[in-house]
């Protein structure tokens, strides 16, 4: 869990076929095994985003128990491949 007022180095790491994991302060958190398809944020008529905050009615994640991000994001960077475990770590520890 996030702690308030402290800072927390995250990441998602999606590869399309295989998993989705979620790293925190460098170190795997979750991962779980997914299918070939593409990623999508709580409704079909969009794909996923970072932060989104929908309106319960539009929200899966939210009726199924789930809360959505409550904070500030900052410093978000997307990436065309997966980080693998040595660079997620180096991220972390150089504060990037």
């Known amino acids: 869990p996030a702690i308030v007022g402290e800072f927390a ?3 998602a790491v ?3 076929g295989f998993s989705m994991q979620i790293w925190s302060n460098g170190i795997l958190r979750s ?3 997914i ?3 593409p990623l999508y944020s709580g409704s079909s008529t969009h794909t ?6 929908a309106p ?3 929200d899966w994640w939210r009726l199924h128990g789930f809360g959505a991000w409550k904070g500030t994001i900052d410093q978000v960077r997307i990436y065309t ?3 693998g475990q040595a660079e997620i770590q180096s991220l972390y520890q150089s504060g990037q």
């Open 35 to 37: 299918g070939n398809f």
């Open 81 to 83: 491949r997966a980080l």
């Open 9 to 11: 180095h995250v990441v």
């Open 48 to 53: 996923s985003s970072v932060g989104s905050y």
């Open 31 to 33: 991962q779980v095994s």
């Open 14 to 16: 999606y590869r399309r």
């Open 56 to 58: 319960a009615w539009l």
